[in-house]
C-alpha cells in the first residue's frame, strides 16, 4: 500500500481550494488549502514535519504563485520540497520561467476528470525525499 502524499495547495479560488482537495483526498492523500501565500510560508515555517509536495496557483493576489515560489526555493528549509505550478495558460515565457525555477512540474487546470488524472499522474510519478 502507497503512503499518503502530505499536500499543500495554494489557491485564492475557494472553489479550485474545494476542487482539489476533493480530488487528492479521493486518491487518497492529505491535503491542507491556503488561499493567502503569507500564511501558507508561516505554516512551512512553524511547522516541524513539511510537505511531500505543494502545488501553487500562479495567478494570486498579495503574493503571486512566482513569488511564494522564489521564497521557497530560496529557502534551505524548503528549497528541496517539490513544487508543481498549477495555471489555466502556459506562455511561453511560464514555461521557461519554471524550468530556471526547477519547478517539479506544471499542470494545466482543466474539467474535473482532466484535471484529477493530471493530479494522479504528478503524485505517481513524483520522487519525493523520503520516500
Sequence with gaps: MKK???IYYL?????DLGFFKEIAEELGHNVKVFSDGRKMLLVLE???EKPDVI??????PVLNGE???EIIKKSDDLKHIPVV???????????AYCADMGVTCLVKRHN???????IADVLKGLK???S
Design 112 to 118: 474535473f476528470v482532466e484535471f484529477k488524472q493530471n
Design 46 to 48: 512553524i511547522q516541524a
Design 11 to 15: 489557491d485564492d479560488d475557494f472553489d
Design 4 to 6: 499518503a502524499k502530505s
Design 55 to 60: 502545488f501553487l496557483d500562479i495567478h494570486m
Design 67 to 69: 513569488e511564494i515560489l
Design 85 to 95: 505550478m498549477v495555471s489555466g495558460a502556459y506562455p511561453k515565457k511560464l514555461l
Design 128 to 130: 519525493l525525499v523520503g
